[in-house]
């Protein structure tokens, strides 16, 4: 596809259950992000892939978050053990550079609801 | 600390009317500034960018503006559609680091005929 997508678009879990949280950039795209976003607040950062390097995790709010990259290409955010403050939108965005001026191109992101 | 502010937080206007959005932010350095449009269960898309020294950015209907040395910008809308309604966000860029986007709350537009 043209642009960057994920899945599922949906997940409902229940608290204490793992999830996974595919992204599919845009091919080529060197930079990629994962954002979580709060029912009515901006994005916030979670962490930085430079192909398959993570290079900043400094946004992932605990030890139970845990994100990969491992060709490069598509990414993998993981939650174990959800918790209801888990619920939110999780954002993906790619970028061709590295360069704060790239633009960065937004899936269409993952509600997860944690009953 | 760095942030972004974003002023109203909600907005209702009619069909034809214009309207403007603000954003203060206090991000230093500065590198560029975007406006992203929100579509309700969608990813932000970019609307305009501007750097330190363009003071405006058109794009089509959406007119930005934006005032480095007091730290404001604004997105006109003009003639509004039912389809622009929607979440703008201010999205601040510092020059380095890879959380370097600074993103306000928001402004929810709902465009009603």
Known sequence: ??????????????????????????????????????????????????????????????????????????????????????????????????????????GPGTRLTVL | KNQVEQSPQSLIILEGKNCTLQCNYTVSPFSNLRWYKQDTGRGPVSLTIMTFSENTKSNGRYTATLDADTKQSSLHITASQLSDSASYICVVSAPTGANNLFFGTGTRLTVIP
């Open chain 1, 1 to 106: 596809g043209a642009g960057v997508s994920q899945s599922p678009r949906y997940k409902v879990a229940k608290r204490g259950q793992d999830v996974a949280l595919r992204c599919d950039p845009i091919s080529g795209h060197v930079s990629l992000f994962w954002y979580q976003q709060a029912l009515g607040q901006g994005p916030e950062f979670l962490t930085y892939f430079q192909n398959e390097a993570q290079l900043d995790k400094s946004g992932l709010p605990s030890d139970r978050f845990f994100a990969e990259r491992p060709e490069g290409s598509v990414s993998t955010l993981k939650i174990q053990r959800t918790q209801q403050e888990d619920s939110a939108v999780y954002l993906c965005a790619s970028s061709f550079g590295t360069s704060d001026h790239n633009e960065q191109f937004f």
